[in-house]
T-cell receptor, first 115, second 112 residues
Framework: DAGVIQSPRHEVTEMGQEVTLRCKPI?????LFWYRQTMMRGLELLIY????????DSGMPEDRFSAKMPNASFSTLKIQPSEPRDSAVYFC?????????????FGPGTRLTVL | GNSVTQMEGPVTLSEEAFLTINCTYT??????LFWYVQYPGEGLQLLLK?????DKGSNKGFEATYRKETTSFHLEKGSVQVSDSAVYFC???????????FGKGITLSVRP
């Protein structure tokens, strides 16, 4: 199994530009999670989906952030316009379901730098 | 609501030392408990888990026991190695449609 795949691994952009992060969950997993990690705030859950439907987006910081899951094998997290304070590592994770005992498998992350 | 409290770090140990990382939680219902590890430059990986009281999770020499009476899930290893240097996160999940609630994480550095 290839695991959770994220692209790009690194992204450097300028303030005001649109950024799109991509995630392919593990095949057969029905739940997908987007996290952000910074030194200041630690690991934050942004949004999660179950069966392609957003369940909780209360962690999305602002309207500049949006996420979609058009099918079971693909999700995007978009930031428009980007700001320097968005610089962080963004992780995607997937699990079989939302059952409490189900393990979440994390991707390698996308390191975003906004200049 | 759910919350996880981890001991303050960082922690620096010599190789072969005994490790304990404390974790306590508050949760509604009956949570499942997890320890995740993050090696430098990588995503988080599940280290071990326990889904009910008195269960012991174990992996790679690490152990943690789900203690409902003290609401704790402390991580232990009898003899750490340099390769154990990483950030360790305690987490829980509880209830339907539940999300993982993470502690702040603690950095472990093991000296040769």
């Amino acid at each position: 199994d290839a695991g959770v795949i994220q692209s790009p691994r690194h992204e450097v952009t300028e303030m005001g530009q649109e950024v799109t992060l991509r995630c392919k969950p593990i095949s057969g997993h029905n739940s997908l999670f987007w996290y952000r990690q910074t030194m200041m705030r630690g690991l934050e859950l942004l949004i999660y989906f179950n069966n392609n439907v957003p369940i909780d987006d209360s962690g999305m910081p602002e309207d500049r952030f949006s996420a979609k899951m058009p099918n079971a094998s693909f999700s995007t997290l978009k930031i428009q316009p980007s700001e320097p304070r968005d610089s962080a590592v963004y992780f995607c994770a997937s699990s079989l379901s939302l059952a409490p005992g189900d393990e979440q498998f994390f991707g390698p992350g996308t390191r975003l730098t906004v200049l | 609501g759910n919350s996880v409290t981890q001991m303050e770090g960082p922690v620096t140990l010599s190789e072969e030392a005994f490790l304990t990382i404390n974790c306590t939680y508050t949760a509604t219902g009956y949570p499942s408990l997890f320890w995740y590890v993050q090696y430098p430059g990588e995503g988080l990986q599940l280290l071990l888990k326990a889904t009910k009281a008195d269960d012991k999770g174990s992996n790679k020499g690490f152990e943690a026991t789900y203690r409902k009476e003290t609401t704790s899930f402390h991580l232990e290893k009898g003899s750490v190695q340099v390769s154990d240097s990483a950030v360790y996160f305690c987490a829980l999940r509880s209830g339907a449609n539940s999300k993982l609630t993470f502690g702040k994480g603690i950095t472990l550095s093991v000296r040769p």
